[in-house]
């Protein structure tokens, strides 16, 4: 039995709590719904009914969670200002700087939007769960960003995703939702698995979950030796992309795309492609850099090539894979679908670009700046999908023919996401593009010359993209309206385009503005923070003292150097 | 302690579990089967994890029940996900008649 | 007004029009169309200021290059205590901008942190470009009178691609112009999409499709020239050049001056820039795109497209592709002038081939535009011995290349217009079924002849210049390539002159009972033909202030050390001068003020 050093943990401070209060909250609103939902409303109202108020319920709530969540930014609010802090939270679980309380408001603006076009129109008789659900992958997500810990991380992806499998299923006498949702959650679990695996390895190799005590060690090669030799180090790097690029829905872990995208209801669709794709590229940036940063290039540990290698081949393959398979789909979300793996391509370029470049802050605000401006052109995408199923039943892109005569206001703010996504300048999705793109070639030293083909690659794909969303742009503005088309817009729809369309437009004309929060959001998101400074025994390396070092005759002991500070990174 | 079982016995078990597993996941085509051998893979991971922790060098100043807190989160992971595996199958059990996921095939492309 | 005003104008009336266009209530939609020619009418008059601001006084612009004036206007740091004018192009540090009034230069931080400026400027070069696109904007505008579909969004989309094609004519950082380069192609899509001829979605697609090309790759080559590090050793006014730069000016200095881009990265670049100009251009295998955009868009668009945007591609290549990379152009100056001369007698003879007439005016484009090609790459800089020659010679060829952009710009415009006012009458385009027109029309047919024998290159009409100089200077370069293109007047003469017969002249009574011209219609063709006659007869009205910006061009191109490093490699001279290897140093990274 190792030794059993002091018990460190401490009960969180009341600015802790604070800290946290949008996740609690919005924990809290989940089961207020549910509990609205079964013990009031439920066989006492019509379905429509209690849709709406569960629904305004909800928005209620979620606005609630974004107003603390902006509030907790306004200097004052906190004993510590959270823009300019550096620390971990809850004995090292939750990171409290810039990065988590800057975007896990953009995670809550989402949800709302999300929340929004939800009340569009009845597709489950679930209501209550729906809303809850919606809220607790919320939670999961949040703090999916915020954990400085495997454990955290790995429990916080879990919640998400396993809300967003029912989710998907939830929409009531539809096939293809069940099937979507089985789909998503036999290739999710599978690729959980796979993660976890991995992250038991690195656990193993390393002796702790905390990112980045594990960055440490890996720096100073304290890796446990006599366990396999040095493949056991590549093997887990694979694992740990593998689950990492499911999230993403990058090739080769894209199969569940097209289906879940296609099959679950609109809204859901929408809270996947922007939320869980926004929280799973940030925890992959920080898992990568914060934890795996020395497997970025093979240094003698790793039985296979880096990390930076192996993200650019699927990048490239993801990209081409994702626009040439958009070309041939007649289905608007599924095209959206695969669009959006080839996004995971662009961004995967971006965190290569992380991994490379010379100016890493700037490099991941770019793609923090992608992550914000494509989740919001995807949520507009979306609702128009929503506004589809709702008012034409279907989701064809023949079926928005002639949007662009009826529905002038609308249709505009689609075109303008859908040039976006194309990348055309001066819109947001091509200043992302741009600054990924750019940050990639600006790696010092030869890794310029290695990943100027990816760019390459990746401006040729831009072309690729413009056939299949100009496909779109011709249904809106080329094509005679069908009868059906235009009857009513709902109002969630009409907000989260204009909010989507003018986003874009605003952020592409002043990029800096979203950019110089992002960039600083960066910069914590790659420091690993210091523990809370609130009197605790801690050491220099900003650990909490263990009374005696643990010792196992088993093992050999490794010298324990004095750890390189965290603001050396 | 020097009686214990080597940690490169746990960790060759746990990595024929996984792949038995992993095996099970890419062969299988009854649904229950797959999320069989889906608790497979994560109870491999389990082992793992129990494994570094009891026999593995921790690293300095960490918590000292990081490995049981980590097995026993995963184990309600992995029940959470059993029950809402189970849940989803019945769904689509109900509307295919069957339990064969190469039937479930209402999206193609 | 100032100058920041005025050319911030030139572009921002057209866009603010087509906003105003858009938000105009359903009710005032008649007055659209007034609206929109208010607004050209506006932009021509702000141009004119411009010219003459540029020309006019002791002071005026014309007498000083655009990079000096350029250097006049720069963006200083504060926080540094460098005097020296360069030091503020050279850094992203919080700045200030020193504007120097008047000199028709605009330069303001845009987004600092990768360097990028809202960089605008006048030279001889573009100021005659600018001035043709409001001037056929104006008439294009003029010839949409009779456009009755979705007037609003017409007359919005013809404004924003106005402005964008201002702006990409107006813009002197290479980011910004790609902006509005890429702007400029969804007004253009949709204006073939929506109101043009039965094959309309294929052409516009095509039409943007190889734009986009095109275009992904001018950015590469803009990326390379960002974080090409190259020889470290290179200093401009004593400042250490480290690129992360997209001003285009300084850029052509540094290439000028010094050889931090080596020739074999130059020639990386220009192939790109060569290819994704020639797209626009088009010029002979990248110009499959033009019949059909032509043949499907209405009349006025086909009109600016003629006129205007295919000058982008020319406009780009004098601009960026020469200048940016001088040696790139030395070394592949046989290809580029081949693809010139290929696509002027390709060009011709496949518009001898056409019975369609707009098929025939597309393609007599394509030849045209081969002479813009060839002038520039007549890069006749050093005899056969290895001895400088005169730059003069090579002059002549840039000159000739912007004077057929001109020239081509007006009487291609006037072409397509009367293609389409007789289309409009006739319900043709065939030239096997027209004919005798000129007994029926006679005011039309007088003012298309002498358009069309602008457009053949006859002497004493503006079409003839341009190509002369070219060929003159051609023969400097490469005697053949020059018989070739100069052969190529024998083919021009035969398809303008035939398709003169089998339109106007002989008898037909079908067309009898067509009403001539209309005075709009006289009031949109009779500038066109004079210009046409004006500019044939007297060169010199552009030429006075074109030719010094032209010659100091030439000059920089000329001198630059790494074309000649180029033509002692090609001929196996002993260098002469020693130019530092290309090699990327890896002392240096990232874009963060280098002067420190």
């Given amino acids: 039995m190792p030794t059993v050093p002091v018990i460190p943990s401490v009960w969180p401070s009341s600015s802790e709590w604070f800290f946290l209060s949008p996740v609690l909250l919005m924990a809290f609103w989940g089961v207020l719904v549910l509990m609205l939902d079964v013990l009031v409303l439920r066989n006492r109202t019509l379905l429509s009914t209690r849709a709406k108020w569960l629904g305004l319920t909800s928005l209620v709530g979620a606005l609630a969670a974004l107003g603390l969540a902006v509030g907790l930014l306004w200097p004052g609010v906190l004993a510590t200002d959270v823009l300019s802090a550096n620390e971990e939270f809850f004995n090292g679980t939750i990171a409290f700087d810039a990065a988590s309380a800057l975007l896990q408001v953009v995670g809550i603006g989402f949800l709302v939007l999300v929340i929004g076009l939800s009340m569009t129109w009845v597709f489950t008789n679930e209501q209550g769960e729906y809303y809850a659900l919606l809220f607790w992958s919320a939670v999961g997500m949040i703090l999916m960003i915020e954990a400085e810990e495997f454990m955290t991380l790995f429990v916080a992806l879990e919640t998400m995703t396993i809300s967003i499998y029912i989710l998907t299923g939830l929409e009531t006498g539809s096939k293809r939702s069940s099937e979507a949702a089985l789909k998503y959650l036999i290739y999710g679990s599978a690729a959980s698995a796979l993660f976890l695996f991995g992250l038991s390895w690195v656990y193993g190799l390393t002796g702790t979950t905390r990112l980045a005590a594990v960055g440490r060690a890996l720096v100073e090669s304290r890796t446990v030796e006599g366990i396999g030799g040095q493949w056991t180090s590549g093997l887990a790097l694979l694992l740990v992309l593998a689950g990492f690029g499911f999230k993403v829905a990058s090739v080769p872990f894209h199969q569940w795309t097209p289906d879940v995208y296609e099959g679950a209801p609109a809204p859901v669709t929408a809270w996947i492609a922007s939320g869980s794709k926004f929280a799973s590229f940030i925890a992959m940036i920080k898992v990568l850099m914060l934890a795996l940063g020395t497997w970025s290039v093979d240094t003698g540990h790793l039985q296979s090539p880096g990390w930076v290698v192996i993200l650019s081949i699927l990048a490239a393959v993801s990209m081409t894979y994702g626009n040439l398979a958009a070309l041939g789909q007649q289905n608007f979300k599924r095209m959206l679908a695969y669009s959006s793996i080839a996004h995971s391509g662009y961004l995967l370029v971006g965190v290569v670009a992380i991994g490379v470049s010379s100016q890493r802050t700037e490099a991941t605000g770019a793609v923090l700046y992608y992550l914000c401006t494509y989740g919001l052109a995807t949520l507009g995408t979306f609702a128009v999908a929503a506004w589809l199923a709702h008012d034409v039943g279907s989701d064809q892109i023949d079926d928005l023919n002639g949007l662009g005569f009826r529905r002038p206001v609308p249709a505009f703010c689609l075109a303008i996401l859908l040039l976006s996504l194309i990348g055309v300048p001066p819109l947001a999705g091509f200043f992302g593009k741009m600054l990924m793109f750019m940050e990639a070639l600006n790696a010092g030293g030869n890794g310029g010359i290695a990943l100027t083909w990816l760019v390459v690659v990746a401006l040729l794909n831009s072309v690729v993209s413009a056939f299949y969303y100009v496909r779109v742009l011709k249904a809106l503005y080329l094509r005679q309206p069908g009868p059906a088309i235009g009857k009513s817009f709902p109002s969630g729809v009409i907000w989260t385009l204009v909010i989507a369309a003018v986003a874009t437009v605003g952020f592409g004309l002043n990029p800096t503005a979203l950019l110089d929060p992002l960039g600083g959001a960066g910069i914590s998101l790659l420091t690993s923070p210091e523990p809370a400074s609130s009197g605790r025994p801690v050491d220099s390396n900003g650990i909490t003292q263990s009374a005696t070092v643990p010792e196992n005759p088993a093992q050999t002991q490794v010298p324990v150097a004095p750890a390189p500070s965290a603001s050396a990174r | 302690m020097s009686q214990d079982v080597p940690l490169n016995w746990y960790l060759i078990v746990a990595a024929c579990v996984f792949v038995i597993g992993l095996f099970g996941v890419m062969t299988r085509r009854n649904p229950i089967a797959v999320l069989m051998s889906i608790e497979l893979m994560l109870n491999a991971s389990n082992l793992n994890i129990l494994a570094f922790w009891r026999l593995g060098t921790p690293n300095p100043g960490e918590a000292p029940l990081t490995g049981v807190v980590f097995t026993a989160l995963v184990i309600a992971v992995a029940a959470a996900e059993v029950a809402v595996g189970i849940a989803l199958i019945l769904v689509c059990y109900r509307v295919w008649k069957s339990a064969d996921v190469d039937r479930y095939d209402s999206m193609l492309g | ?596």
Avoid at chain 3, 229 to 251: C, E, N
Avoid at chain 3, 506 to 525: A, K, M, Y
């Fill in chain 3, 1 to 596: 007004m100032s100058d920041d005003l005025l050319l911030s104008l030139l572009w921002m009336v057209p866009l603010g029009g087509a906003v105003l266009l858009l938000l105009l209530p359903r009710a005032f939609v008649g007055a659209a169309r007034m609206a929109a020619l208010g607004v050209t009418l506006c932009v021509l008059c702000l141009t004119l200021i411009v010219f003459v601001r540029y020309v006019s006084g002791d002071q005026a612009p014309i007498h000083r290059s655009l990079a000096d004036r350029a250097a006049d206007n720069f963006l200083n740091s504060t926080n540094l205590d460098q005097t020296d004018a360069f030091a503020g192009f050279l850094t992203t540090d919080a700045v200030q901008v020193i504007d120097a009034p008047g000199d028709l230069v605009v330069r303001r931080p845009w987004i600092p942190y990768f360097n990028i400026q809202y960089y605008l400027g006048v030279d001889g070069i573009n100021l005659g470009l600018l001035t043709l696109t409001a001037l056929i904007s104006v008439l294009a505008c003029l010839a949409s009178w009779n456009m009755d579909q979705h007037q609003r969004g017409y007359y919005a989309l013809f404004l924003l691609l106005q402005a964008s094609v201002m702006g990409v004519f107006l813009a002197l950082d290479l980011f910004l112009f790609f902006v509005f380069f890429e702007v400029m192609l969804f007004p253009m899509y949709f204006l073939i999409a929506l109101w043009g001829g039965p094959r309309r979605e294929y052409a516009a697609i095509k039409f943007l499709l190889f734009t986009l090309f095109g275009s992904a790759l001018i950015l590469i080559a803009f990326l390379i020239l960002y974080f090409w590090s190259g020889d470290a050793s290179a200093t401009l006014a004593k400042v250490p050049f480290r690129a992360h730069s997209f001003d285009a000016p300084l850029i052509a200095k540094v290439t000028a001056t010094t050889s931090y881009y080596g020739p074999s990265v130059q020639g990386a670049v220009f192939l790109l820039l060569l290819i994704g100009f020639l797209v626009k251009l088009p010029a002979f295998p990248f110009h499959t795109w033009l019949p059909d955009a032509h043949v499907e868009a209405p009349t006025p668009i086909s009109m600016m497209l003629a006129a205007v945007l295919l000058k982008i591609g020319g406009y780009g290549l004098v601009r960026m592709a020469w200048p940016l990379a001088p040696a790139g152009a030395y070394s592949w100056s046989m290809l580029a002038a081949a693809l010139g001369a290929i696509s002027i007698v390709y060009g011709a003879f496949a518009a001898l081939a056409q019975t369609d007439l707009k098929k025939l005016v597309a393609y007599s484009s394509v030849s045209h535009m081969g002479f813009i090609t060839l002038g520039l790459s007549a890069m006749g800089l050093f005899s056969s011995t290895g001895d400088a020659l005169d730059p003069r010679y090579y002059a002549y060829g840039v000159v000739g290349a912007n004077y057929v952009m001109l020239a081509h710009g007006i009487t291609s415009a006037g072409l397509f217009f009367l293609v389409g006012v007789i289309y409009e009458r006739t319900h043709t385009r065939d030239l096997n079924a027209l004919g005798g027109l000129m007994g029926v029309m006679p005011v039309c047919g007088v003012l298309g002849v002498v358009i069309f024998f602008g457009s053949m290159g006859l002497p004493g009409l503006c079409g003839f210049i341009g190509e002369a100089f070219v060929i003159l200077s051609e023969f400097n370069h490469s005697p053949w390539i020059a018989a070739v293109a100069a052969f190529s007047v024998v083919l021009t003469s035969g398809y303008i002159l035939w398709a003169i017969q089998r339109i106007w002249l002989g008898r037909n009574s079908t067309w009898d009972g067509l009403h001539d011209l209309t005075p709009r219609e006289i009031l949109i063709v009779l500038p066109l033909a004079a210009f046409t006659v004006l500019m044939g007869v007297a060169p010199q009205v552009v030429l006075w202030w074109m030719q010094p910006s032209v010659d100091s061009l030439v000059r920089d191109l000329a001198a630059a050390p790494t074309v000649r490093a180029v033509h002692e490699t090609l001929n196996g001279l002993p260098s002469s001068q020693p130019v530092a290897a290309e090699r990327p140093h890896h002392a240096m990274r990232g874009a963060k003020a280098p002067v420190d």
